[in-house]
């Protein structure tokens, strides 16, 4: 805009993620009472259709009904997402304990939905492998001279830490298995 404001997409872009932060995060009468879901009290059922936050971040559709965001903005909100979550495991590291536990037990179990376009199902299953992998394979720590990863937001509009995650990763498994994965 002349003024300096934000412009008609910058205002649906925003408008788009307090969607789903709202959906999120919301309280859902639904969840107490679990009769009432069929009747979507809060609506949420109608705006998350998808099976989880990829599709949903896919069919967010603007006033004239066309994608709200971009394919760069999705993979940069996902890439955000797994670096997010590789923090807060390392600065609560019962949870990283928790996941690499499951992960042990339970390797390969997913389920992403398939509305709409094919590459959702590719893209749930590489963001979620991505973190698997990286949870399964390596013991996470904080850098060797701090207790805790910055978990501050950066001053954009991106959702990325304010700092890049820097941890120290050393392998949990047989080293054998790194080699093979190399390809040595």
Partial sequence: ????????E??????????ILSCLYAFGVDDFVPWLEVLDLD??????EGDDILDILINLKNSENEPLLSIREIKALMVNAAEWAM???????DLLAKACEE?????GKNS??????PGIVLGSTMSTILLARL????????????DNIDLAESSGDDGAL??????????????QIYSQLMGN
């Fill in 112 to 117: 992403t939905g398939r509305r709409g376009c």
């Fill in 87 to 93: 923090a807060e495991m390392i600065n609560q590291l």
């Fill in 1 to 8: 805009m002349e003024d300096g404001g934000p412009v008609i």
């Fill in 162 to 175: 304010a700092k890049p995650l820097i941890a120290h990763a050393t392998p949990r498994l047989d080293l």
């Fill in 10 to 19: 910058e205002r649906e872009h925003v408008d788009g993620l307090f969607t």
């Fill in 135 to 146: 949870i399964q394979g390596f013991s996470w720590k904080s850098p060797h001279g701090t």
């Fill in 103 to 107: 992960l042990d037990r339970v390797v």
């Fill in 43 to 48: 609506g949420h059922k109608r705006i998350s």
